[in-house]
Nanobody
């Protein structure tokens, strides 16, 4: 497994930008596909897919709700994956989780290792 630590969350206004980082340690980072998920802190809200990226950074996938606004990238030399979030909306408010797994899937079961999350709050 790999250990993951997210950072970069915070309180921003609608329309602002934020960049999340996820630092990995442990086994070889480049052997893992990476994903970002989020979970709004409201009862009954499940963790939802945001974006994912293949091991070499070639394949990138996005949820429809963030397509065109968010960009996922990775730096295998730094063992880090990023999520650049632009034009943030109120509905982007959630705890954002980084995950590592076998494939860049859009479901949580594609991933074996998870970080503890970083909160993002978007205010009007």
């Amino acid at each position: 497994q790999v250990q993951l630590v997210e950072s970069g969350g915070g309180l921003v206004q609608a329309g602002d930008s934020l960049r999340l980082s996820c630092a990995a340690s442990g086994r070889t980072f480049s052997s893992f596909a990476m994903g970002w998920f989020r979970q709004a802190q409201v009862p009954g809200k499940e963790r939802e897919f945001v974006a994912s990226i293949g091991r070499l950074g070639v394949g990138k996938y996005y949820a429809d709700s963030v397509k065109g606004r968010f960009t996922i990238s990775r730096d295998n030399a730094k063992n880090t994956v990023y999520l650049q979030m632009n034009s943030l909306k109120l509905e982007d408010t959630a705890v954002y989780y980084c995950a590592a797994g076998r494939s860049a899937g859009a479901v949580t079961t594609s991933y074996d290792s998870w970080g503890r999350g970083t909160p993002v709050t978007v205010s009007s």
